[in-house]
């Protein structure tokens, strides 16, 4: 085959977003109104209706029984939190930081699970005396919880973080199989829950999360699969019936040239068969996913300035007021083990004419600072406005703030 026939792998269109007079629109507003709106550059953008749909979407592609859940660390902003509190069915947390915007959201405490390894002794007790569910991840989190219960007079609710015996295939973060530092290993949980029992803790269930960032709807199938049948075959050494049984997540979304949006129809297909097997197999357990990424990605934007514009070599530099310090995950510094680019635009030039091979940096002292290399974009000056998509899950909360003194970026739900 030559070379030369073979078309390159484009980015996913980015149509959740209108466009009108040449401008993206976010939350319906044009972006450069939307930016004197927000005063200043550079600045995170959510789309609340854009998160309304997202749970309409997927609600209408898994059966009725299956619960959501938001993991909020994917975005902790509290609107967003609070926006998202009142579509889905609990939320998720994984501090006690988190645990305070939560409760300060309205979510129902009832519907709030607390994961993650090395939980303070403060946190475990801050989540008891909220009511809570916990999610053990150690042998350690059982004595000290029983501690607190007993000093506190508050029972603990408390499920089991399983660290399976299997992983999410062809994820990009795997979280489960093999030794990890999450959750407790499947073969140790019968023994965790015979002390659970004796410390007299209020079992509610299991909780499985294998992996992350997964676009094969078979491998998250597989996964949740393997997931029901572990946490059957654990259920025989729980002290009291299973009420909770949380499936994980690890729906993904398209970041990079040649990937999709996963396609619902057959994990709503797996779940609603493995919710039939539950009425039989766990009669009073509820079903949950957790959902970070695929709840709110693609309902934010990252928006910077042009500042200047250089030629070095041949090679044009948009240089911004934004970059790597506010947005490590464009920047490719969050995981990727090569750089690739995310999807990008001049959002106040959509119709204009477009130049290939421009590279968008950041105004760090640090060849890192790139949140776009050697990409077609419509031709931009300073005052422009460079737009990152995909932006709305592990942004501003997963970026080194602090790395060379700029200021925060604002951030809206619109
Ligand atoms: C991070 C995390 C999530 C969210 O993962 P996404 O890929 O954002 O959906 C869910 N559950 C647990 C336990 C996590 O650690």
Do not use: W
């Not at 078309?7 to 004197?36: K, V």
């Not at 998720?92 to 009832?110: C, F």
């Not at 090395?118 to 350690?140: D, W």
């Amino acid at each position: 085959m030559q070379a030369a026939e073979r078309q390159p792998p484009l980015h996913a269109t980015m149509d959740q977003f209108r466009i009108a007079n040449g401008e993206l629109l976010i939350g319906g507003m044009p972006l450069s109104r939307l930016a004197a709106r927000v005063g200043r550059t550079p600045f995170y953008a959510y789309d609340r209706s854009l998160l309304s749909q997202r749970v309409a979407q997927l609600r209408a592609a898994l059966p009725n029984s299956i619960k959501l859940h938001y993991a909020m660390k994917a975005n902790p902003m509290p609107a967003v939190v609070c926006h998202m509190a009142g579509l889905v069915d609990g939320i998720d947390v994984a501090s006690g930081g988190e645990l305070r915007v939560a409760l300060d959201s309205g979510a129902n405490p009832a519907d709030i699970s607390f994961a993650g390894p090395g939980k303070s002794r403060a946190e475990l007790a801050q989540a008891v005396a909220a009511s809570i569910l916990i999610n053990i991840e150690s042998f350690r989190e059982v004595a000290i919880l029983a501690e607190i219960s007993q000093t506190s007079g508050y029972t603990a609710r408390v499920a089991v973080r399983v660290n399976p015996d299997f992983e999410l295939k062809h994820s990009g973060m795997k979280m489960g199989g093999g030794p990890k530092q999450f959750g407790v290993d499947a073969e140790q949980v019968p023994e965790l829950l015979a002390q659970i029992g004796k410390a007299g803790l209020a079992f509610e269930g299991f909780h499985l999360f294998s992996g992350s960032q997964s676009l094969k709807p078979e491998a998250i199938v597989d996964a949740q699969s393997q997931s029901y049948t572990l946490a059957l075959r654990l259920a025989e050494y729980a002290p009291s019936p299973v009420r909770f049984l949380n499936l994980g997540g690890g729906f993904g979304i398209p970041y990079f040239p040649g990937e999709q949006r996963l396609d619902l129809p057959s994990i709503g297909a797996n779940l609603a068969d493995l919710s039939k097997r539950a009425r039989q197999d766990f009669p009073a357990a509820e079903l949950v996913i957790e959902l970070g990424r695929y709840l709110v990605g693609e309902a934010g934007v990252y928006v910077a300035e042009v500042i200047d514009r250089k030629v070095s070599r041949g090679q044009v530099y948009l240089v911004t007021n934004g970059g790597l310090h506010h947005h490590l995950a464009a920047s490719g510094n969050f995981g990727q083990v090569i750089r690739k680019n995310y999807p990008a635009t001049i959002g106040n030039r959509m119709d204009g004419a477009v130049e290939p091979g421009i590279s968008v940096v950041g105004p760090l002292c640090t060849p890192l600072d790139l949140l776009a290399d050697k990409m077609a974009l419509a031709k931009a000056d300073v005052g422009d406005l460079v737009v990152i998509f995909q932006s709305g899950a592990y942004g501003l909360s997963a970026s080194p703030q602090a790395f060379l003194g700029h200021e925060a970026p604002a951030e809206v739900l619109v």
